[in-house]
């Protein structure tokens, strides 16, 4: 999963293709994910096609810093930064209050936006060349099995993914921990790598 697994100019040729519009396909701490610009509503209208994910479900986002969260999120709510500070880069998803003007179809009209910062090179570098943040839901058909390798990805999606970086087998297992706020207490809305045990420590 290092970054020298993918070339230079496979890393141009995808923020290439990021920014007409197109998807990218890349390996994360979990499985394969899939990128668009998720500014971009007809590149997000093509996620959801290619997926066939329901249109009620929101989109995770992918962030290299917390000075990216301003194009997405309309503040950072206590205890967030502590946690961002203890478990990021890394598998814990957080869910935001989703600053207006965002595409529709990226908060699925709740509100909200989950986001993350990704701890896999090859993640991490793609959403460092893009220049803003990346869309970071998995590379499947909406409820089949994740992929852990590039050939999987491949089998499924084919076509319809413009570039497929190839990071290597991905750890697989489970996916990131994802907390939202009720209040300003975190709720575990999916355990995941993070062990909730140890964001409840971090939060208290």
Known sequence: MSRS????????????????????????????GLAADPLNAGALDR??????RPADKPILV?????????LLAEHIPEPYPILMERFWPGPLTL??????GLPGQLTAGTGTIAIRCPSNP??????????????????????APPHQTARGVAGSLGQDVDVILDGGTTPGR???????LRGKTPVC?????TPLSEVQAAAE
């Open 5 to 32: 697994t993918v070339t230079e100019a496979a890393f141009n040729r995808a923020v290439s293709v990021l920014c007409a519009g197109g998807l990218v396909a890349f390996p994360t701490e979990s499985w394969y």
């Open 174 to 180: 489970k996916g990131s921990t994802i907390i939202a």
């Open 95 to 100: 869910v935001f209050p989703a600053t207006s």
């Open 189 to 193: 809305i999916r355990e995941g790598r």
């Open 122 to 143: 090859v993640a991490i570098e793609l959403v460092r060349r893009f220049g803003r943040p990346i869309t970071g839901t998995s590379a499947n058909i909406s409820a």
């Open 47 to 52: 996620l959801y096609a290619v997926k066939k």
């Open 62 to 70: 992918l962030v290299e810093s917390v000075e990216q969260l301003g």
